[in-house]
């Protein structure tokens, strides 16, 4: 995994980390990537969340069966897949967004799960997660990801990204 890549991916995006609140970052995507993002919970059983990236917008699923912490979480890493540009060209149906949507559900779903490309990409949006949290956490704003009004004023020492191993 490229940690440079990915680290540098999150400084890219210029966020002010001292206003985080979710929804306000995904604001903050959306104005970056210059398209809508659309963020939706629904309640599947077997999945945590996808990304799709279709001809004129974004879309983020997440299970609203988990509970809100890893609700969050989940937005953060398919963020990550966003912004790393790990959502896979499709060739047909440019002008259509249901078409489009479809015929990417189907392109993922028949990826191997031990697929190494997509355990790479798995691992690098974790980092991005991580790295996210960290400037999330070194701005006292924890409290937005853990729903805990006392989570800032747990110590967490300041994040350098150098310790994460895969896994
Ligand atoms: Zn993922």
Redesign the pocket.
Same mark, same amino acid.
């Given at each position: 995994m490229d940690t440079k890549r990915v680290r540098s991916a999150v400084d890219s995006l210029n966020y002010g980390w001292h206003r985080f609140s979710m929804l306000h970052f995904i604001e903050h995507i959306a104005t970056v990537r210059q398209r809508p993002l659309h963020v939706n919970g629904v309640p599947l059983a077997g999945f945590s969340g996808m990304c799709l990236s279709t001809a004129h917008n974004d879309y983020i699923f997440y299970n609203l069966r988990y509970h809100a912490i890893l609700q969050l979480h989940t937005q953060l $890493? #398919?963020i990550a $897949?966003l912004m790393l540009g790990h959502t896979r060209k499709l060739d047909l149906d440019r002008n259509s967004d249901l078409g489009s949507m479809l015929l990417h559900i189907n392109n993922r779903i028949r990826v191997a799960p031990n697929d190494p490309i997509v355990k790479q #990409? #798995?691992d690098e949006?974790e980092y991005f997660a991580i790295v996210v949290q960290g400037y999330i956490a070194n701005h006292r704003r924890l409290h937005q990801l853990t729903l805990s009004d006392h989570a800032d004023d747990i110590y967490m020492p300041p994040f350098t990204g150098n310790s994460v191993s895969g896994g």
């Open positions: $890493h #398919e $897949h #990409e #798995e949006a």
